[in-house]
């Protein structure tokens, strides 16, 4: 197969990959509920696997490696921080009423 089209695949690739998480990134910034449910290591690995793959992509010279692991990191790193944000206030708001209960 041609370099070129060795390429154009990877672009392929990647464009369908980066794509497939930009409705849940939307839907967590319409609605936080959505972000508390998910899992916070699973975007934090995802975050960690683009950014090797940002490295391996570097090293052998891949454009389209490089492109898009580094976009996919960048949006699974807004996922994990979306993820955590809205668990962090869930549990302060927890731990403020199991508070004001035993204060009540």
């Not at 391996?56 to 996922?79: D, K």
Request: charged share 10%.
């Amino acid at each position: 197969m041609e370099p070129i089209f060795i390429e154009a695949l990877g672009f392929a690739a990647g464009a369908t990959t980066l794509v497939s998480s930009v409705p849940q990134l939307i839907a967590n910034l319409m609605d936080q509920d959505l972000a508390r449910g998910q899992s916070l290591s699973r975007n934090c690995l995802q975050a960690t696997g683009n950014a090797l793959w940002f490295a391996y992509g570097t090293s052998v010279g891949s454009t389209s490696m490089m492109i898009f692991a580094g976009l996919g990191c960048l949006m699974a790193s807004c996922l994990a921080f979306q993820t955590c944000r809205v668990q962090l206030r869930s549990r302060e708001v927890v731990g403020e009423t199991e508070l004001d209960a035993l204060f009540a």
